[in-house]
Structures are given as C-alpha cells and as structure tokens.
C-alpha cells in the first residue's frame, strides 16, 4: 500500500521535497473498524499550517508519518454493524490507498443520491464551513450586502451562493483571475466580482459596495481583511475563516493597518473551527442537500489524478491554481 508523508518541515512554500512517497503494510481493520479502499481525497489550506511544528487547534503533521485529512472509500472489510463492507464513507485518513478507520468517525454517504466527489465538497465539509461561518459566526440575515474573499475557492462559492439563497441585497466576491471572476457572476449567482491583481483592493471594493458591506466572509487575511474593515458597516460582522495570504510568509504580517475602526464601527470579528459546530450538520444538509440536488447551488472541482501527484495538487491549490473544490483521484 502507498502513502504520502511528511518528509521535511517547509520554511516558505512548500515543495515536492517536502513529501516523500512511501510503502507501508495493508492495514486490517481491528474490532469496531472498518478498511476503506480511497478512492477520492481532498488537499486543504488549512494543512499548510499544520506542516508547522506549532501548537495549533490541531496537531501537526509528523515527520516520516503520513499525512491526513479528508477521504471518500468503499469499505472492503468491516468489524461493525454500523457501517456494513460494501457502503461508502467519509472519514478523515486521506493521502493514503486504504485506511483502517473507526466505524465511529466514518459517515456513510450515498453514491446514488450524489457524486462521491460532493461529499468531500458542497455537501462536506467545504459547504458545512461555508453554511455554519455565515449563518452562525457572522450571522448573516436577509437584506445584508455580504463580501466573499477567495471566492471561486471550495468554501468560498458555496458562501456566496448560501447568501443569494437566503436573500442576501448583494454577493460581492474577490478572485485571482478574470476566468474565476465570470465564473462567479455567470455560473454562480454573485452580483459583482473583481480580479484582486488588477488593482488595490479598498478601492474595487469601495467600488463594488459604495454603500458599505455588512458581512465579510475572510479566507485570504492581508490586504483583503484590511479592505473589509475599512467597508464595513456600524456592527459589521466577520467570519474569519482562512488566511491563505500568509500561510507561506517567513516573517509575521504587519496585521491589518486600519483594525482600530473595529471600535468605532462596534464590528464582531470572529474566528472558528468548524468541527466545534458538528450539531449544526443535520441542519446544513436539509437545507443545502436538496439545493446541491436540484442545482440551485453548483460547484466546480479540481480533480487532479493519481496519489502520486497529491503533493502537486496540494501546491497549486495554495497557488490558487483550482477552481472550486481540490481533489486527487486515487483510485
């Protein structure tokens, strides 16, 4: 069986040398697991900071272990009721061809109902952030001009089309070129969006929104949060979600330069962890399962194939070089 682990900690970007491709034996599943043949695994932000020997609100990745995170499968044995051989699951031992994995931290999915794929995106985890970040962390109501950084992203399109669906006055999203940007007005639904290279981003948000916003939803941090703050209005809200723009950086970021407006402005900045909010998952997948199902709400994907080439999609994903969700084909 083959494995991608973590062969060198990255000072900067990371690079190919930075994983190593490994044999390792089969493993069998014990009492209360289930073997999971991967056929689908998702490469993240978030792990770019977990190659950090930091503490952080979750482990780091090992030297010479393998790398985790998100998996679809067929489970080819099991040691449980729950979960019978046969069915698929998600679970979360991914860069690797099979995984023993306990019954209890699999989810069975539906081929029938969706594609595999759906389920490591707009209904998985990437469209439960997107649903709990702007319904519960930035409260977002009916009638508010809502603003998505990272928007043709995983997490980010599926933002900004919760926010048309439930009545938002105008979807503002930023995009790192013009092919994401009319993607987001023609495919998405978003009203406005812009290119962030083709000037500064103050003032194409100023532009977009010369009435102010009253949500931000941030997954890039710099000069995109520095921008928000500034177009915000009196008790705005932000879910500060990802900062992709200094996951790479060597030296701390100076941090947004405008922050003392949050006083006058009474804004609520705040953070969060998805997997803290795991009670909200029955409402997010009545609410955005049938509009995933009847393509009110669509999603692109990045499938990239080969475990082999996970380290290469994992790299131009912090590149922005996907549309939409980035998966790697494993079998």
């Not at 930091?54 to 044995?77: I, M, T, W």
């Not at 508010?144 to 992203?153: K, L, M, Q």
């Not at 969060?272 to 995933?292: K, Q, T």
């Amino acid at each position: 069986m083959r494995e991608i682990r973590l062969a060198a900690r990255p000072q900067g970007w990371p690079t190919e040398d930075t994983f190593e491709m490994a044999e390792a034996p089969m493993p069998e599943a014990g009492p209360g697991q289930v073997l999971v043949r991967n056929v689908l695994m998702s490469v993240d932000p978030y792990m770019r900071g977990r190659m950090n020997d930091v503490k952080s609100y979750v482990p780091p990745f090992q030297l010479g272990a393998p790398l985790d995170g998100g998996a679809v499968g067929e489970v080819v044995a099991s040691q449980s009721e729950q979960v019978p051989m046969g069915s698929y699951v998600v679970h979360g031992l991914g860069w690797r061809e099979y995984a023993a994995v306990n019954a209890a931290h699999a989810r069975v999915v539906d081929p029938e109902q969706a594609d595999l794929s759906a389920y490591l995106g707009a209904l998985g985890l990437t469209g439960f952030t997107a649903y709990v970040g702007l319904i519960d962390i930035a409260r977002f109501q009916e009638g508010d001009t809502v603003f998505v950084s990272g928007a043709a992203g995983a997490v980010g399109s599926i933002v900004g089309q919760i926010a048309r669906e439930r009545g938002a006055a105008r979807v503002i999203g930023s995009a790192g070129s013009d092919e994401k940007v009319r993607h987001l007005t023609d495919d998405l639904g978003f009203d406005v969006a812009f290119n962030y290279r083709d000037a500064p981003v103050r003032e194409q948000l100023r532009e977009a929104a010369p009435d102010g916003i009253d949500v931000y939803f941030d997954n890039v941090g710099g000069d995109h949060l520095e921008a928000a703050i500034g177009s915000l209005k009196k008790y705005g809200r932000v879910a500060m979600c990802g900062a992709i723009a200094g996951y790479n950086e060597t030296s701390a970021p100076a941090g947004p330069r405008n922050l003392a407006l949050a006083i006058g402005k009474e804004l609520n900045l705040r953070g969060f962890i998805v997997s803290n909010h795991n009670r909200r998952m029955p409402d997010f997948l009545a609410e955005v399962g049938p509009l995933v199902r009847d393509g009110r709400i669509r999603f692109r994907e990045t499938i990239v194939d080969g475990l082999e080439n996970a380290p290469a999609a994992f790299i131009g994903l912090l590149k922005g070089e996907n549309t939409g969700k980035m998966l790697v084909r494993i079998s």
